[in-house]
């Protein structure tokens, strides 16, 4: 199976060179939250320079691009973006679970960074665009694509004073 995110770092290691850029593009699937998600196989970008840190640790400092789409919030039409995270991590022989990644001897996978830092980066209320006006909470019309005279009705000061007689019902 092609592994587009793992880079070798052998020279690294060796001590051959000190640092080297990453370049690499592919696509993953499961990336998501419940309001978005990255599409399946979509193009996720990585611009990274990995350099050799303390013994044979190496950190990954650098970019990951990639695209989103999911609900707008306010219509429940599609929202889509692009989202860019910024990551400096460390890759280790023998990691601490909870703070870097495994090295696989001269073998450096990015795909768990790439899904942790895009995961971390997807909208939980995304929108389609910042000035998406919703639905009408009343009778649920698109209020981007048409209007209605829910609006004025609520305005309206004897359904105001028929709601306070309801109340008073409850
Ligand atoms: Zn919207
Ligand atoms: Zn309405």
């Not at 998501?32 to 190496?58: C, F, K, R, W, Y």
């Not at 789409?69 to 973006?81: M, N, S, W």
């Not at 995961?119 to 000035?131: G, M, V």
Request: hydrophobic share 35%.
């Amino acid at each position: 199976m092609h592994k587009p995110f793992v880079v070798n770092v052998g020279a690294l290691r060796r001590g051959g060179v000190h640092a080297t850029e990453a370049h690499c593009c592919g696509g993953l699937t499961g990336i998501a939250v419940s309001a978005s998600h990255v599409p399946d196989n979509a193009e996720i970008q990585v611009d990274a320079v990995l350099e050799v840190a303390s013994g044979t640790s190496i950190l990954v400092t650098g970019t990951i691009t990639a695209p989103w789409v999911g609900d707008c919030r306010r219509c429940l039409g599609p929202a889509e973006g692009t989202l860019v995270s910024t990551v400096r991590e460390l890759y280790e022989d023998r990691p601490d679970p909870e703070e870097t990644y495994k090295l696989h001897g001269d073998q450096l996978d990015l795909e768990p960074l790439v899904r942790d830092a895009v995961l971390l980066e997807l909208p939980h209320a995304p929108l389609c665009s910042a000035s998406c006006a919703g639905l009408c909470p009343v009778c649920g019309i698109d209020r981007n694509t048409g209007t209605c005279s829910c609006e004025t009705e609520l305005n309206d000061p004897r359904w105001a004073a028929l709601d306070v007689l309801r109340a008073r019902d409850d």
